[in-house]
C-alpha cells in the first residue's frame, strides 16, 4: 500500500559502502566531467552521461547499480538489453545513506557531485521503528542513534549542495496507526531536529515525505506534518517509491501545499509511467508490481510552479521486498529493471 523503501539489509549496506568507494576512485583517478558538445556532460570512467545541467542539476552516478548492469550486458554482446537500461543509469536516482559510515557516504557523493557542478540527491531512511517492521523494517536504534545519524550525515554535506528526501513514510505511519503512539512524539522530536539541522547548511535543501495520492487525503496529515517542522523545511515530498501518475501526484501535492502555507514540493516520478497497479490484494499493489514503466526523467523544469522538481528518489530496478520473486528491499533486481525500461 506505501511502497517499500530501499534501505534495511547488510547487502544494501555493503552496497552503498561499495558505491562511495566506487566514487572515491573514480575522483582519485581524476575523472572529471567535460562537455561533450551536445550539452551534456559524460563522465570518462564509466561512459554515464549526465543530462543538461540547466533543466537538470542532479548527479547522475556513474557507478550505480544500473550503471554496471549496462557494463554487464555490453559486456555479454547484449547491445539492445544495454541501452534500455541506460535509460535509468543516465539519470539521477537518490543515494539511500545507510547507517554504517553515514558521514563518509554523505561526503563521498556530495564531494563526486560537486566535482561534475551538480547537487547530490540523498534520502535519509534511518527513523526509529522504520516501516512498521515490513520489508524494510529496521531504523536506527533509538533516538540518540538517530541524532548521531544525521549529524555525520550533515557533517558530511558540509557546505556543497544536496537536496535531501527525509524520512519516507515516517509522518504517513503516524497517521495511519501503523506506529505506535509511544513513539510518535519522539518521532516528531526527531524530524524537527533533522530539518534543523541539515537546513542550517550552506547548501542544502530539505523535503520531508508527505505520502501520495492513494493513501488518503490532506486534511489527514497537514497538521502533522506541521508538528514535524514542515514549516522550517524546503517543501514536502509526494509519491516516494510509488505508482501513482504525476497528474495525481502534483494535484495531491497542491491541496496539501494550501494546507501548509503554500509550500513548494517534489514528485517522485521514478516509476509511475503507467500508473499504479490495481490488480491482486491490495497490500501487495506497491510491492514489485508488474507491467510499470519509468516516469518523467528528473528535472525542475515542471508544468507547476509549485512543484521544485520531478526527481527519481526510489532507484527504478531495486527490489520492493521479497515479493513477486523478488530479492530482499534495496538488492537490484535486474529483471524487473529491465522491465520497467521496457515498457
Same mark, same amino acid.
Given at each position: 500500500m506505501y511502497g517499500s523503501r530501499a534501505a534495511g539489509s547488510s547487502s544494501r549496506r555493503r552496497a552503498a559502502s561499495a558505491a562511495v568507494l566506487g566514487v572515491a576512485a573514480l575522483l582519485l583517478a581524476g575523472c572529471s566531467s567535460g562537455g561533450d558538445g551536445d550539452g551534456k556532460d559524460k563522465d570518462a570512467g564509466a561512459g554515464i552521461t549526465q543530462q543538461p545541467k540547466e533543466s537538470d542539476p542532479f548527479w547522475v552516478n556513474p557507478d550505480g547499480n544500473a550503471a554496471r548492469q549496462v557494463a554487464s550486458l555490453t559486456k555479454a554482446g547484449k547491445d539492445d538489453q544495454a541501452e534500455q537500461i541506460r535509460r535509468i543509469a543516465e539519470q539521477p536516482t537518490g543515494e539511500w545513506i545507510s547507517p554504517e559510515n553515514p558521514e563518509e557516504q554523505a561526503r563521498g557523493f556530495t564531494e563526486a557531485a560537486d566535482r561534475a557542478g551538480?547537487?547530490?540527491?540523498?534520502?535519509?531512511?534511518?527513523?526509529?521503528?522504520?516501516?512498521?517492521? *515490513?520489508?524494510s523494517g529496521g531504523g536506527a536504534a533509538d533516538g540518540n542513534a538517530y541524532r548521531s545519524f544525521v549529524d555525520s550525515v550533515a557533517k558530511g554535506i558540509g557546505d556543497r549542495s544536496a537536496t535531501v528526501i527525509l524520512e519516507p513514510d515516517a509522518v504517513l505511519h503516524l497517521v495511519d496507526g501503523c506506529t505506535p503512539e509511544e513513539f510518535h512524539e519522539e518521532r516528531y522530536d526527531l524530524l524537527k531536529g533533522a530539518i534543523a539541522k541539515l537546513t542550517a547548511l550552506k547548501d542544502t535543501k530539505v523535503y520531508l515525505d508527505a505520502g501520495n495520492a492513494g493513501w488518503g487525503h490532506p486534511d489527514q496529515i497537514f497538521e502533522p506534518l506541521k508538528w514535524a517542522g514542515v514549516d522550517q523545511a524546503d517543501g514536502f515530498a509526494v509519491n516516494v517509491s510509488n505508482f501513482y501518475t504525476t497528474e495525481d501526484s502534483v494535484a495531491y501535492g497542491k491541496q496539501?501545499? #494550501?494546507?501548509?502555507?503554500?509550500?513548494?514540493?517534489?514528485?517522485?516520478?521514478?516509476?509511475?509511467?503507467?500508473?499504479?497497479?490495481? *490488480?491482486? #490484494?491490495p497490500d501487495e499493489r506497491w510491492c514489485n508490481p508488474p507491467g510499470r514503466a519509468l516516469g518523467e526523467t528528473p528535472t525542475t523544469k515542471t508544468a507547476d510552479p509549485l512543484v521544485d522538481a520531478y526527481v527519481w528518489v526510489k532507484r527504478p530496478g531495486e527490489s520492493d521486498g521479497e515479493c513477486k520473486g523478488g530479492p530482499k528491499a534495496g538488492e537490484w533486481y535486474p529483471e524487473y529493471a529491465l522491465e520497467l525500461a521496457q515498457e
Amino acid at each position: 500500500m506505501y511502497g517499500s523503501r530501499a534501505a534495511g539489509s547488510s547487502s544494501r549496506r555493503r552496497a552503498a559502502s561499495a558505491a562511495v568507494l566506487g566514487v572515491a576512485a573514480l575522483l582519485l583517478a581524476g575523472c572529471s566531467s567535460g562537455g561533450d558538445g551536445d550539452g551534456k556532460d559524460k563522465d570518462a570512467g564509466a561512459g554515464i552521461t549526465q543530462q543538461p545541467k540547466e533543466s537538470d542539476p542532479f548527479w547522475v552516478n556513474p557507478d550505480g547499480n544500473a550503471a554496471r548492469q549496462v557494463a554487464s550486458l555490453t559486456k555479454a554482446g547484449k547491445d539492445d538489453q544495454a541501452e534500455q537500461i541506460r535509460r535509468i543509469a543516465e539519470q539521477p536516482t537518490g543515494e539511500w545513506i545507510s547507517p554504517e559510515n553515514p558521514e563518509e557516504q554523505a561526503r563521498g557523493f556530495t564531494e563526486a557531485a560537486d566535482r561534475a557542478g551538480r547537487t547530490a540527491l540523498l534520502v535519509l531512511y534511518n527513523i526509529p521503528h522504520r516501516d512498521c517492521g *515490513q520489508y524494510s523494517g529496521g531504523g536506527a536504534a533509538d533516538g540518540n542513534a538517530y541524532r548521531s545519524f544525521v549529524d555525520s550525515v550533515a557533517k558530511g554535506i558540509g557546505d556543497r549542495s544536496a537536496t535531501v528526501i527525509l524520512e519516507p513514510d515516517a509522518v504517513l505511519h503516524l497517521v495511519d496507526g501503523c506506529t505506535p503512539e509511544e513513539f510518535h512524539e519522539e518521532r516528531y522530536d526527531l524530524l524537527k531536529g533533522a530539518i534543523a539541522k541539515l537546513t542550517a547548511l550552506k547548501d542544502t535543501k530539505v523535503y520531508l515525505d508527505a505520502g501520495n495520492a492513494g493513501w488518503g487525503h490532506p486534511d489527514q496529515i497537514f497538521e502533522p506534518l506541521k508538528w514535524a517542522g514542515v514549516d522550517q523545511a524546503d517543501g514536502f515530498a509526494v509519491n516516494v517509491s510509488n505508482f501513482y501518475t504525476t497528474e495525481d501526484s502534483v494535484a495531491y501535492g497542491k491541496q496539501l501545499s #494550501a494546507k501548509v502555507g503554500g509550500k513548494h514540493f517534489v514528485v517522485d516520478t521514478s516509476r509511475n509511467g503507467n500508473g499504479p497497479y490495481t *490488480q491482486g #490484494a491490495p497490500d501487495e499493489r506497491w510491492c514489485n508490481p508488474p507491467g510499470r514503466a519509468l516516469g518523467e526523467t528528473p528535472t525542475t523544469k515542471t508544468a507547476d510552479p509549485l512543484v521544485d522538481a520531478y526527481v527519481w528518489v526510489k532507484r527504478p530496478g531495486e527490489s520492493d521486498g521479497e515479493c513477486k520473486g523478488g530479492p530482499k528491499a534495496g538488492e537490484w533486481y535486474p529483471e524487473y529493471a529491465l522491465e520497467l525500461a521496457q515498457e
